[in-house]
């Protein structure tokens, strides 16, 4: 009888790390840059086509055809942007249209809740493919990330958000394998993400005049933002014990 018992724990491990692998090829395929290419190609793809059957659609009409949407305008645009962000696919322009169709205050509101709710849905999708799929995508870097989510989850995440210290995809999935719980991820989140989603958002919404003070206004918003975000990433980078560095 002794000797069956290893062999019960073997089987029982085996179909464990099959499921492992088997979540981790299916978050290698979601996160593949040919998928993530493909996703943004077929928005693009369908500007293009609903811009040629209109006999091309400026600025102005196409904001006007939001207007005449109402409320279902934003909403729709929203959703598009969760889809796009949950499927990891950069999500900054969508940030920049959001501002340039709506204005740079009701822009950045509605990109704002789509790029929350795209990264909760990859949030939840890290969760539910496990820590050993994850490692895949992650990599080194996961084990950095959890460091910096283990002592104080959410003031930890919510500077990580402020300060980009990780690539925003990673953030998104990596913090479903750690002990952080949803509320706290979403609503640091949220918040975490106002300054840059304001930048990007006022950019777009007055770049149809380069030359105004209200362009000129979101460039220097946009810079500055960038830039403290790099030198405080710097400064925190710096500030990690040898070997121990974010990558």
Avoid at 69 to 89: K, Q, R, T
């Amino acid at each position: 009888m002794s000797r069956t018992e290893p062999m019960s724990g073997s089987a029982s491990a085996t179909p464990t790390s099959e499921r492992a692998a088997a979540r981790g090829a299916v978050l290698s395929r979601v996160t593949h840059p040919a998928v993530r290419a493909a996703a943004l190609g077929v928005l693009v793809v369908g500007a293009t086509v609903v811009g040629l059957r209109s006999d091309g659609i400026g600025v102005e009409p196409l904001q006007a055809a939001f207007a005449d949407l109402g409320l279902l305008g934003p909403v729709l645009f929203a959703a598009v942007y969760a889809i796009v962000a949950a499927l990891l696919v950069p999500a900054s322009p969508f940030t920049v249209a959001a501002g340039l169709l709506f204005g740079p205050v009701l822009g950045s509101a509605t990109a704002l809740v789509g790029a929350t709710a795209g990264a909760t849905g990859a949030f939840l999708l890290g969760r539910g493919l496990g820590r050993e799929a994850v490692e895949r995508f992650g990599g080194r870097r996961l084990a950095a990330l959890d460091r910096h989510l283990a002592a104080r989850g959410f003031v930890s995440l919510l500077l990580i958000r402020l300060v980009p210290l990780f690539p925003f995809n990673l953030v998104n999935v990596g913090s479903g394998v750690t002990g952080l719980r949803l509320r706290e991820y979403v609503l640091a989140t949220a918040v975490g993400i106002v300054p840059g989603t304001v930048a990007f958002a006022a950019l777009g919404g007055t770049i149809t005049d380069p030359t105004s003070p209200a362009f000129l206004g979101a460039v220097a918003l946009f810079v500055v933002v960038t830039v403290a975000a790099g030198f405080a990433a710097r400064r925190m980078r710096a500030r990690e014990a040898p070997g121990q560095a974010v990558r």
